[in-house]
């Protein structure tokens, strides 16, 4: 008989009751040490005071009024946001799925209003994802997303991951936009280089095609810059984040420019819950944590002894791992195992980990993990390897 909660996903057999910072504290009073963070959600950890407040406050206050109504807190975030980043407006969404909705409906209006409604073509690289709508899996391509769910909406063509000179190949004059992520997260940890990303950029100024960036994982200070596209100084037409921004509080946005957004007037576009005060009282306050250059310097320090301690472990379980990946708070173990066995090598450690595609084990800790805690995090993951060496 199928399970009352739709059987979509494996889950393992533990139940979290609360959480401290990065420890994550099952039901039967089992402490793990949260190196997923909720898939790069609880970039704060769990229970952060400050979180707690705002989201408390707030709820004392007003939940939810309609984007019918003008929404201060939704501003705030807002003006946060354009304040910090190349963006000119931002749209809120529940979600990264919603989000990247909303920038495919973006590039579809944009070429309809410079008069090319039939330039539809969005490039986009294999290994992508962007969520699970039908838009999204279709924008994916994968077999895993896609199969039996189609026929898939038209207008979406992969490349192969990373080669640029297949997008060189593929954009032209029908291209509407170039879609990727700076650094794939389930397509397992894998950063583009700048230089590549710089290119991206060039080609789609010399197509006019318009560049839109997916950072619902690497976004949000995960790679030790706000915006991973910052390293390559380079910046998008429109980009989709997510997962970071709600800091656990289901929230997602899309940032674009006022040339790329000036088509979405009244009427083109809505949600219910997007944006409410509840969401955005929190989303300041990540905000206002997150985007300051006193705590990126910090991840980036962190960052640094993690990978540190990281390189030792692979060097020294070579059966194991081949090598690390990644950027930031935003790491990936490529295994020579199965990832799904470290996963589970690991809660018999008491840590959590997340797999990814190509063969990845993802670490994705809370941003703000303490030097104990990740070297305890990585004596753990020691022990998880030893139990696989054969
Ligand atoms: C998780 C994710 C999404 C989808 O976000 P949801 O909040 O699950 O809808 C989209 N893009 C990327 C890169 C993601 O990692």
Redesign the pocket.
């Known amino acids: 008989m199928i399970s009352h909660v739709l059987p979509t996903y494996n889950r393992a057999p533990i139940a979290f009751e609360r959480g401290e910072g990065a420890w994550a504290i099952a039901t039967d009073g089992t402490r793990y040490l949260d190196l997923g963070a909720g898939?790069?959600v609880n970039v704060l950890g769990h229970a952060h005071p400050e979180l707690v407040a705002a989201l408390t406050e707030q709820a004392g206050k007003i939940w939810h009024v309609s984007n019918l109504y003008q929404i201060p807190q939704q501003e705030r975030l807002a003006d946060l946001l354009v304040e910090k980043t190349f963006a000119d407006t931002v749209f809120f969404t529940?979600?990264?799925?919603?989000?990247?909705e909303l920038a495919i409906k973006m590039v579809r209006r944009y070429w309809s209003d410079a008069g090319q409604p039939e330039r539809i073509e969005i490039l986009t690289f294999e290994g992508?994802?962007?969520?699970?709508?039908t838009g999204?899996i279709a924008a994916a391509g994968s077999e895993k997303m896609t199969g039996g769910f189609g026929p898939l909406m038209p207008g979406f063509r992969a490349l192969p991951w990373g080669d640029i000179a297949a997008l060189e190949a593929a954009i032209g004059p029908d291209t509407a936009a170039v879609m990727l992520?700076p650094v794939?997260?389930?397509g397992g940890i894998r950063p583009l280089s700048d230089d590549d990303l710089r290119r991206i950029r060039a080609l789609c100024d010399q197509t006019g095609a318009l560049l839109v960036l997916?950072?619902?994982?690497?976004g949000m200070g995960r790679t030790g810059r706000l915006f991973a596209h910052e390293y390559a100084g380079i910046a998008p037409d429109i980009m989709?984040v997510?997962?970071g921004i709600g800091g656990g509080f289901?929230l997602?946005a899309v940032l674009a420019t006022e040339k790329a957004a000036k088509p979405m007037v009244a009427g083109t576009h809505g949600s219910t819950y997007g944006g409410n005060p509840l969401a955005c009282a929190v989303g300041a306050k990540v905000m206002e944590i997150v985007a300051d250059d006193a705590f990126l310097a910090e991840v980036n320090r962190k960052a640094a002894l993690l990978r540190q301690k990281l390189e030792g472990l692979v060097a020294s379980h070579p059966q194991v791992f081949d090598s690390v990946r990644g950027q930031g708070l935003m790491l990936g173990l490529k295994c020579k195992v199965a990832p799904a066995d470290l996963v589970a090598a690991g809660y018999r450690q008491q840590i959590l980990t997340v797999p990814a595609a190509d063969d990845t084990l993802r670490l994705l800790p809370p941003l703000n993990i303490s030097d104990e805690d990740i070297a305890e995090a990585v004596s753990r993951l020691e022990k998880a390897a030893e139990s696989l060496d054969a």
């Open positions: 898939i790069a529940n979600s990264g799925t919603e989000a990247a992508a994802f962007h969520g699970r709508s999204a992520e794939q997260g389930e997916d950072e619902v994982q690497c989709m997510a997962k289901p997602g």
